[in-house]
């Protein structure tokens, strides 16, 4: 059955500095999509990065990278050098290609709170 | 350009009334979903459609109906509300292309049920 965990409720982090937010999934479906949002206090939902089953590559767009360990079935982001304005919730979620029928699921975040 | 629109923004509603959250795109995306955000919680995925005429369960159904019957609206309709079903409603979209493409999220439907 298609699921996504996330084990951190709350993580802190200085500013300038680099956090680890971590995402597990299960999946029966070679084909699939895993992604994060971001949710900031005001509540809208911002896309952050992709990542497919089948590439290669560790995803980056800016400041975000995300680690997807396929055998390990994991798909942490990573955010350098932190800014106060990343402080949100993150969400890691996950759309099964085949199987699933096309469906995104989410896991249950992790607050992140960026110290100055 | 609109995105995704979500209509009301806000709404409270007695135990027992029932209601229509709309749903509207204008980016011509064949997959709409509805999702449901408890405080403090991730997003619950109630409904979802593939295109126009298709439609299916997702994670917490029950309670809601839905309806596709055009690209652009997807609808989710709430019969004999329930405080458990007070929470912020969002209504998304993606492109057609299997596991790639983000969501596009509306503004949210924050709905009580008192």
């Known amino acids: 059955a298609q699921k996504i965990t996330q084990t951190q409720p709350g993580m802190f982090v200085q500013e300038k500095e680099a956090v680890t937010l971590d995402c597990t999934y299960d999946t029966s479906d070679p084909s699939y999509g895993l992604f994060w949002y971001k949710q900031p206090s005001s509540g809208e939902m911002i896309f952050l990065i992709y990542?497919?089953?089948?590439?290669?590559q560790n995803a980056t767009e800016g400041r975000y990278s995300l680690n997807f360990q396929k055998a390990r079935k994991s798909a942490n982001l990573v955010i350098s050098a932190s800014q106060l304005g990343d402080s949100a919730m993150y969400f890691c979620?996950?759309?099964?290609?085949?199987?699933?029928?096309?469906?995104?699921?989410f896991g249950a975040g992790t607050r992140l709170f960026v110290k100055a | 350009n609109a995105g995704v629109t979500q209509t009301p923004k806000f709404r409270i509603l007695k135990i027992g009334q029932s209601m229509t959250l709309q749903c509207a795109q204008d980016m011509n995306h064949n997959y709409m979903y509805w999702y449901r955000q408890d405080p403090g919680m991730g997003l619950k995925l109630i409904y979802y459609?593939?295109?126009?005429?298709?439609?299916d369960k997702g994670e917490v159904p029950n309670g809601y109906n839905v309806s596709r019957s055009t690209t652009e609206d997807f609808p989710l309709r709430l019969e004999l509300a329930a405080p458990s079903q007070t929470s912020v409603y969002f209504c998304?979209?993606?492109?057609?292309?299997?596991?790639?493409?983000?969501?596009?999220f509306g503004e949210g439907s924050r709905l009580t049920v008192l």
């Open positions: 979620a996950m759309r099964e290609g085949n199987t699933g029928g096309f469906k995104t699921i």
């Open positions: 459609s593939v295109g126009a005429g298709i439609t």
């Open positions: 990542q497919g089953s089948y590439d290669q």
């Open positions: 998304a979209s993606s492109y057609r292309l299997a596991n790639t493409g983000e969501l596009f």
